[in-house]
């Protein structure tokens, strides 16, 4: 019993339970930051009370892309693992001007296909011009009024990374 | 191993002395983040809360702010609310006390900034407000400005801040004018 428990050599299997401890610190604080989804403004893609992983690195290669859902760091740039964030769908990039009409889309005045989108609105926004750091980022739940929907424009520096699943 | 001995002795007295100092004599900024945690506290009531209870804690939340604090609330969905003085604040969490079931306040990744000359700082936090009977928790930005006034640190003003911001828009007769 004592050999499959602790192994053979119990001084390799102390090294190894350090190693993995040590690396399930420095993943789970530093890399892929475990969260917990509340609220419905991302349903249907993700459910109140679901877990998920935000990637740190995911941008490190190349900027947000469109359709990415990402963490949206409320708090000072300084809080390196912040308490909450926001849970919201890149829909406008740079330089782009953003938009809705009766509740479809309009970047740079042409209409997105949105095929994760699930619920018609009927939402209208005037065209927003995003700077060169700017993403334009919604929920997926578009069922409620606008003016109940967190939306708008984040800068690159809030957005802490993508989601992992 | 006599002089090792009071070496380590040595240094268990100045940490000691060290984790007293900073007991008997915390810096501006640990004061702040307990003063603020402590307003948090007032702000949140239970459904059960007294009628004695409920004036002795808004009488000591508006104790928390100068006599001529200002309070900017500026969300989405509420609009823009300002209040200005003790009696303005005791009003308004007299009234949300009476409209809402109960109320539960965090303050979250407070960031505090002491100004050099030690009699101003700033806080950056987001709240995360939970109402009895709403499915979901308020989250809001907030940056409080405090000042020490008669040996106390006291909040002078609180202002919202939008995270996501869009400019200038209109939309089903409610105008929305938000910072960027």
């Known amino acids: 019993m004592r050999v499959v428990v602790i192994g053979r050599n119990w001084k390799l299997t102390l090294a190894r339970l350090i190693v993995l401890v040590v690396a399930c610190f420095v993943v789970f604080r530093f890399i892929l930051l475990p969260i917990r989804v509340e609220g419905v403004s991302m349903l249907p893609t993700y459910q109140d009370g679901s877990v998920n992983f935000v990637n740190r690195l995911a941008y490190l290669r190349h900027g947000p892309q469109r359709g990415d859902v990402v963490g949206i760091r409320l708090a000072d740039p300084d809080i390196t693992r912040p308490s909450l964030m926001y849970l919201k769908r890149i829909i406008g990039l740079p330089g782009e001007t953003a938009g809705f009409v009766n509740g479809t889309v309009l970047i740079n005045g042409k209409a997105l296909a949105e095929p994760y989108e699930k619920y018609i609105c009927d939402w209208n926004l005037p065209p927003v011009k995003l700077g060169p750091n700017e993403y334009f980022v919604v929920g997926d739940n578009r069922s409620m009024p606008l003016q109940y929907h967190e939306l708008g424009v984040a800068r690159r520096s809030q957005i802490i990374g993508k989601l992992l699943l | ?180």
Request: proline residues 2%; aromatic residues 8%; charged residues 20%.
């Open chain 2, 1 to 180: 191993m006599k002089i090792t001995f009071r070496i380590v002795w040595l240094v268990a007295l100045a940490a000691l002395g060290f984790w007293l100092w900073t007991v008997l004599f915390p810096s501006p900024e640990k004061i702040i983040r307990r003063r603020l945690d402590e307003v948090a506290k007032h702000v949140s009531f239970a459904p059960d809360e007294g009628t004695l209870a409920r004036l002795a804690n808004v009488q000591s939340l508006a104790d928390y702010f100068s006599t001529n604090a200002e309070v900017n609330i500026d969300t989405r969905e509420e609009g823009q609310h300002d209040f200005v003085g003790r009696d303005q604040i005791t009003q308004t969490a007299l009234a949300a006390r009476s409209v809402l079931g109960s109320l539960n306040v965090k303050f979250l990744d407070i960031s505090v900034t002491v100004a050099s000359d030690k009699q101003s700082a700033t806080a950056d936090l987001t709240v995360d407000a939970t109402i009895s009977g709403q499915p979901d928790a308020i989250v809001q930005e907030v940056k409080i400005t405090l000042q020490e006034i008669g040996g106390q640190w006291l909040i002078t003003r609180v202002e919202t801040i939008r995270t996501l911001s869009i400019l200038n828009f209109e939309l089903a007769g409610a105008h929305f004018i938000v910072s960027a």
